[in-house]
């Protein structure tokens, strides 16, 4: 046994004396047990253990988003409890206690139906009470907007919504909001992550056991009230809609808001309806992808046969702050084709031009330049963020934002978050006007292309288990740029990393390419998972109707070249 081998030994035991969860203790016990009992030749059982005890999971704008389990480096009560007793200190620090707001150190928190999702929700409240602040629990796990929309609605000063959104089953977060019902930004995240480092032993933090109230289902009626405004009363109904909750907790109030609507109940997914923290029926709960949709086409299919024609298919991650939207398509293998983020961004966007909506459209800068081309030709205001809601939620003015990660703020007084529920009813109040004037979501698609040009865009994820390939990549990106891709020169490279263009400094690089069309390239890595990713966008002019064909093969042939190229350029 090396000294190596003692200090590790004595964190893991000092981590499991403070440990209040008996499924975390018996965890580490049984790894600390396999470590300690090992000759010295059998390296795997002190590898198991010392990952643990690696480092600690960093508090971010993201906040925290781990794989469950014991540790530091984990998931579990003890990082929880940590983190709140910091969280709280931040805010009592902040005056929050009894700041201005219409309720004076209220922090509302919200859960998801994943593994040990109530419990850290519980752990919260005990301790934001034992800092003298108070607490509110939603009543059950629900939706991340319903969290959002509780902060604005009861005036609190924070929230916390325990979710790990679409991430693996094995995984849970913590995401952190003020009073606004924005997500933090610098510099609250290293204010928060500054005193969650000055928490020392978990024995000093008072907690206070079911001392937060448990807010009543008068909040999910308000939220609802609040959602159903998105859609005009007199607009049209007649639409037939299958949807999916992929195991997550948008089912039974999505269904409801529909219904409440006026929309016909649209057709559940009955395999994935029910919240399940396994996600069985998916390898990653996540509509963008693969294999994660077709369930529900194949439900469409079927009710096609029992009861007519569907319109739509419509998905919600399983937290629901996310909405794919998939429509018929008799080219497509399975029937369907899902529109791409950018696709429904700009039909959304369009519909709420046509509405006479007023005020700024906003998008983060990985998603398609069309938005703008729609908010120029209307008249409105138009701005680009860094990636991520807690940037779109905060632009001045803002009345639309949304993301190509299938995230869309279309009520920013109501949720200032993206909202999987008001995004799918306003897609479906839209997809029933078009189908009330003979028209389709893709016939609105190709009218905005001939007016505006083709905005083809893409994306490639690299999915890693050692992260130091992202860095690496990046690395390389950076210090030999391409300076042609998919045969398109590159007419501008910029480094995100320094700021640009009034942008806050972010890890990502940024190309624009000329040639025989124009294109965009924007690689960074991902906030929440780990993965690289490239962000493409293609522009062709089109005229008319009758070059859409051509216009769309030769988009296509670019983004797979470009496909290529980057991923060679980065070497991942």
Sequence with gaps: MTVQDDELFAQARAWLAEDRDPDTRAELAALLEAAEATDGTAVRPQARLAERFAGTLQFGTAGLRGELGAGPMRMNRSVVVRAAAGLARYLVAEGAATAPAENPGLVVIGYDARHKSADFARDTAAVMVGAGLRAALLPGP??????????????????????????????????????????????????????????????????????????????????????????????????????????????????????????????????????????????????????????????????????????????????????????????????????????????????????????????????????????????????????????????????????EALGYCVDPDGVRDKDGVTAALLIAELAAELRQKGSTLTDLLDDLAVRHGLHATDQLSVRVSDLSLIAAGMRRLRTDPPRALAGLTVTAADDLSTGSAGLPPTDGLRYQLSGTSAARVIVRPSGTEPKLKCYLEVVVPVAELAELPAARTKAGEVLARLKTDIASAADI
């Design 142 to 403: 629900l939706p991340t907007p319903v969290l959002a929309f509780a902060i604005r609605h009861l005036g609190a000063v924070a929230g916390v919504m325990v979710t790990a959104s679409h991430n693996p089953p094995r995984d849970n977060g913590y995401k952190v909001y003020l009073g606004d019902g924005a997500q933090i930004v610098p510099p609250a995240d290293t204010g928060i992550a500054a005193r969650i480092a000055s928490v020392g032993s978990l024995a000093e933090v008072p907690l206070v056991e079911d001392g937060g109230e448990v807010l009543g289902e008068e909040l999910v009626e308000a939220y609802l009230a609040r959602a159903l405004t998105v859609v005009d009363p007199g607009s049209p109904r007649e639409l037939r809609i299958v949807h999916t909750a992929l195991h997550g907790v948008g089912g039974e109030l999505v269904g409801d808001a529909f219904v409440r609507a006026g929309f016909p109940e649209p057709v559940p997914v009955t395999e994935q309806a029910a919240p399940d923290p396994d996600f069985p029926t998916v390898a990653f709960p996540n509509p963008e992808e693969p294999g994660a949709m077709d369930l529900a086409y194949a439900t469409a299919r079927a009710a096609a046969v029992s009861g007519g024609p569907v319109d739509l298919v419509l998905a919600n991650d399983p937290d629901a702050d996310r909405c794919a939207v998939a429509v018929p398509d008799a080219q497509a293998p399975d029937g369907w084709r899902m529109l791409h983020g950018d696709e429904v961004g700009a039909l959304l966007a369009e519909h709420l031009v046509r509405k006479g909506v007023s005020g700024t459209f906003a998008e983060s800068i990985v998603s398609s330049t069309l938005l703008g081309k729609l908010a120029a030709a209307a008249g409105l205001p138009h701005t680009e963020t860094l990636t991520g809601f807690k940037w779109i939620s905060r632009a001045p003015g803002l009345r639309y934002g949304y993301e």
